[in-house]
């Protein structure tokens, strides 16, 4: 099992209350745990993920443990990205810290030496595309640490 406090003990990161975290892939089951640590650890939230549905779900079930917005975007799609980054630090005021916690499986039956060139495609659009436009030049200087799970 995933334990999202001691994975971000062993990255080095050192929360400090108040500070805005941003994690992208907040819908999933990693990124919705490190989300509630962040939270507990006095964090606010930003979460991201392309699917709105989700979100308001993970916001409901943390709302009580601290102040979680959510921001539906998809990572692949720079201008997204540009925007949704942009409206972030509009709304939460800055963003500190940049948590990466997004991935897919287009199809878990299929072994990955069988994948499609347009499902590897897609893949590698979240694990490389998704990861470097939010943490590159995309991403505000004024951040304190990028943190990826994978």
Same mark, same amino acid.
């Given at each position: 099992m995933f334990r999202a406090s001691r994975h971000l003990t062993e990255q080095g990161l050192q929360i400090q209350a108040d500070h805005v975290a941003t994690v992208i892939g907040a819908s999933g089951s990693? *990124? +919705?745990q490190l989300s509630a640590t962040l939270l507990k650890s006095g964090c606010r939230v930003a979460a991201v993920a392309r699917r709105q549905g989700r979100l308001e779900l993970v916001r409901q079930s943390l709302t009580s443990t601290g102040r979680i917005e959510i921001f539906p975007f998809d990572i692949v799609v720079e201008d997204a990205v540009r925007a949704g980054l942009t409206e972030i630090k509009s709304r939460m005021g800055r963003i500190d810290y940049l948590v990466y916690a997004a991935g897919i499986q287009p199809d878990q039956d299929t072994p990955l030496a069988q994948y499609t060139t347009q499902? @590897? =495609?897609? $893949? =590698?659009g979240v694990y490389c $595309? *998704?990861? +470097? @436009?939010?943490s590159g030049k995309s991403f505000p200087s004024s951040t304190k640490g990028v943190i990826s799970w994978r």
């Amino acid at each position: 099992m995933f334990r999202a406090s001691r994975h971000l003990t062993e990255q080095g990161l050192q929360i400090q209350a108040d500070h805005v975290a941003t994690v992208i892939g907040a819908s999933g089951s990693i *990124g +919705s745990q490190l989300s509630a640590t962040l939270l507990k650890s006095g964090c606010r939230v930003a979460a991201v993920a392309r699917r709105q549905g989700r979100l308001e779900l993970v916001r409901q079930s943390l709302t009580s443990t601290g102040r979680i917005e959510i921001f539906p975007f998809d990572i692949v799609v720079e201008d997204a990205v540009r925007a949704g980054l942009t409206e972030i630090k509009s709304r939460m005021g800055r963003i500190d810290y940049l948590v990466y916690a997004a991935g897919i499986q287009p199809d878990q039956d299929t072994p990955l030496a069988q994948y499609t060139t347009q499902a @590897w =495609l897609e $893949t =590698l659009g979240v694990y490389c $595309t *998704g990861f +470097s @436009w939010p943490s590159g030049k995309s991403f505000p200087s004024s951040t304190k640490g990028v943190i990826s799970w994978r």
